[in-house]
């Protein structure tokens, strides 16, 4: 009987096992994840309490071409109502909460900009209408600032650009170029954000746990605490065959054999790796000092074996990849009252709002309420993140990366200009929680082809690579959708299943999408 190890618990790996049960006749009993801290979910983080204050680590972006995600989802009964599905669930909250932006930015003096217009100039459009259309191998090593002059990052656009998906100007071209591509669609209503999907609450709780709860009730084995060290080949011949898995907990050291016939997904680098929290009263600090298992088993993966990739291109400038987020807990309803009163939004059916020359290039979400499944009624949650985090701030004096909760709190609300009373009534209901994320963006950092190995890497017999740091074509990182093809594509190729995954949205094939894109240009 063959077995089928996870290296991570991540949402690359759950979906890997969802997949293996649902498509591939696999029994529960055979899978086995390991995970080296004490919580699953990866990237999906979110905890806390009304009384501590709800924290995590960021929000993912959802939309309807999530079709990998959404085929995925469609067969795991809700946690809320286990009569629908996830898919379901998520559909039915898009009708009740849809985005309509009406304040997406702000200026330094408080006013609100014109954001439907792109603002341009002749030069801008014909350098995007030309990394649209150029080919990704002319692209290596090269960033964004390579393609475009200082004014295209001046325009509304990249602020409502960057500030959706977190570009950053150093970032990858190749990775920009996916991006507009992949979501050209979403073009011509950038800046009212519509067609943009939030679950029913936070999104651990809204997909990973009912995900979980699946695994778990078909006898899917989870193993916390335990750090993969590396992994054993097959010595004497030019396949790449796994033979042991080299582990260590809080017993010692362990190896776990693998036969030919198993199969093992490494979930190789982390983009939440190393990521602290801070308090009120406390920074959290950023950790670079890159312990991480992920990135740890990876390294050594790749020494040697040019076809496992290049981690070094992603871990190796924090200063680059990384930014700081901040939960805000709230103990009294006058926070969203401003907030509705300043964007003209219902909590929740509003989108990001950033402020486009703040220091530290702020942007808030304001959730709809509850976010939490057992947040009590008269507490509220809200979201932000500082993309700059290396430079003071505009009302405080500090780098973002040094100040404590209730700091970026002061900061925010500078930007937001209440009065003084309604400032201190807000500053003294709130709790903010502020996570600093060393390697959050490190899958944007400048790369070129082999940086990323393959999901199946040539030469594999039972090897795959799962999540943001395996190579496949158009599909787009830093989303939930890559890594559930990710686990698709591994599933089908190692198990030789005359499957695929469903085809990446490709918007340019639509002459409506290329029209309203041309006008977006030109607004």
Not at 9 to 33: E, F, H, M
Not at 306 to 312: E, H, Q, R
Not at 445 to 469: E, H
Request: with cysteine; glycine share 8%.
């Amino acid at each position: 009987m063959s077995s089928y190890t996870f290296i991570g618990s991540g949402i690359a790996s759950l979906a890997g096992a969802v997949i293996l049960l649902r498509d591939g006749d696999v029994a529960g009993k055979d899978i086995t994840i390991l995970e080296e801290s004490h919580q699953t979910g990866g990237a999906f983080d979110a905890h806390g309490s009304a009384e501590d204050g709800y924290f995590m680590s960021g929000s993912r972006m959802f939309e309807a071409m999530y079709q990998c995600t959404f085929d995925l989802l469609d067969g795991i009964p809700s946690a809320t109502d286990p009569t629908i599905s996830v898919t379901a669930e998520t559909n039915r909250a898009a009708k009740m909460w849809p985005w309509d932006n009406k304040v997406r930015l702000v200026n330094l003096d408080g006013s609100v900009p014109d954001a439907h217009t792109m603002g341009f100039t002749e030069r801008d459009r014909i350098d995007l209408i030309a990394l649209i259309g150029e080919p990704e191998s002319l692209l290596d090593d090269k960033r964004i600032t390579d393609c475009f002059e200082p004014h295209f990052f001046e325009t509304n656009f990249w602020m409502e650009w960057c500030t959706l998906f977190a570009f950053e100007p150093w970032h990858s071209a190749i990775e920009f170029r996916r991006y507009l591509r992949r979501f050209v669609h979403h073009f011509s209503t950038i800046d009212v954000q519509h067609d943009i999907y939030r679950t029913v609450y936070n999104q651990y709780d809204s997909i990973i746990v009912p995900i979980v709860t699946w695994l778990r009730d078909r006898g899917v084995q989870f193993r916390h605490g335990v750090r993969v060290e590396d992994l054993g080949f097959a010595a004497g011949n030019d396949a790449l065959t796994v033979t042991s898995i080299s582990t260590l907990t809080a017993d010692g050291p362990a190896a776990i054999p693998v036969a030919p016939s198993d199969l093992v997904f490494v979930t190789n680098g982390s983009m939440t790796a190393d990521k602290a929290f801070g308090s009120m009263t406390e920074a959290p600090g950023l950790d670079a000092t890159n312990h991480s298992g992920a990135w740890n088993l990876w390294e050594k993966l790749a020494q040697g074996r040019p076809a496992l990739g290049n981690p070094a291109a992603f871990n190796g400038n924090v200063q680059e990849s990384s930014w700081i987020s901040f939960t805000v807990t709230v103990k009294d309803p006058l926070f969203l009252q401003l907030m509705e009163r300043f964007s003209g939004s219902a909590a929740g059916t509003g989108g990001l709002i950033t402020f486009k020359q703040s220091a530290w290039l702020l942007t808030l979400s304001i959730y709809h309420q509850p976010f939490f499944p057992d947040q009590p009624e008269g507490i509220a949650v809200w979201w932000g993140y500082g993309l700059f985090h290396d430079r003071p701030g505009d009302y405080v004096k500090k780098k973002l990366v040094d100040c404590t909760g209730a700091e970026i709190l002061e900061e925010v609300l500078g930007h937001l200009r209440f009065s003084a009373p309604d400032s201190a009534a807000v500053l003294a209901a709130s709790n903010c929680i502020p996570c600093a994320m060393p390697y959050i963006t490190s899958q944007f950092m400048k790369r070129k082809m082999g940086d990323r190995p393959l999901v199946v890497p040539i030469g594999s017999t039972n090897l795959a690579f799962l999540g943001q740091y395996a190579e496949q074509p158009d599909d787009v990182v830093f989303t939930v959708e890559y890594s559930i093809r990710c686990a698709m594509t591994a599933v089908y190729t190692l198990l030789k299943l005359d499957k695929a995954p469903p085809p990446v949205y490709k918007g340019l094939h639509s002459p409506k999408v290329i029209v309203d894109a041309i006008r977006t240009l030109h607004r």
